[in-house]
């Protein structure tokens, strides 16, 4: 077998005006808001966040439903949610480049092909300690691995994120997409092939 990873467009998805403050910790999670995405763990872990006094934004991109919003406005964060709705890739991108972190702190995943358009905008991703997320998320180079159905845990990191405890070199984060890139796959899909033509010879 031949792993090849998902790509990310580096010419769209790339750093923006992320605020440099922490004085209101702007997060961004993106999904379709079902139960693989768990946002009932992430409204827990933010409603610890505004218990603790910790100023927060969270822009919220999916189908925004009746039941989501429901969920939000239980929790008692629906003051500190933006709901963005479905948005094109370039409007996306813009507002990812003006966030602390992404937050994708799902039951599974399969890839995640936000995280490496999260971290190709220069920003952190704050996401389950997973075997698959170990392969994407180095801690201190582009994110933080959080104890999985932990939403206190989750609370925690973010918490120290707003505090300025855990910060990162965006250079660096940025770097870390670079092996995701369309002409670095692009070589791996070509590379592959070549081979399966050698054995057709």
């Known amino acids: 077998f031949e792993v090849i990873p998902n790509v990310v467009d580096h010419g769209l998805f790339k750093p923006g005006t992320a605020p440099k403050s922490f004085d209101k910790l702007r997060l961004a999670h993106i999904s379709t808001l079902t139960y693989q995405k768990d946002p009932e763990s992430l409204c827990t872990a933010l409603t610890l966040l505004k218990q603790r006094n910790v ?20 929790a008692g964060i629906a003051e500190q949610v933006i709901f963005h709705g479905e948005r094109p890739q370039i409007e996306l991108a813009r507002i990812l480049g003006e966030c602390h972190a992404l937050v994708l702190y799902s039951r599974y995943e399969t890839f995640g092909c936000v995280i490496i358009e999260a971290n190709a905008c220069g920003i952190p991703v704050v996401v389950p300690d997973t075997a698959l997320m170990q392969e994407i998320v180095s801690p201190d180079i582009n994110g933080v691995l959080v104890k999985p159905h932990d939403p206190i845990a989750l609370a925690d990191a973010l918490q120290k994120m707003a505090n300025g405890d855990i910060r990162f070199d965006v250079d660096k984060i940025r770097e870390s997409s670079l092996k995701y890139g369309m002409d670095v796959v692009g070589k791996q899909y070509v590379a592959v092939y070549e081979q399966l033509l050698l054995q057709l010879e």
């Open 55 to 74: 100023a927060f934004q969270l822009d919220l991109f999916g189908p925004a439903t009746k039941e989501i919003k429901d969920l939000m406005q239980k």
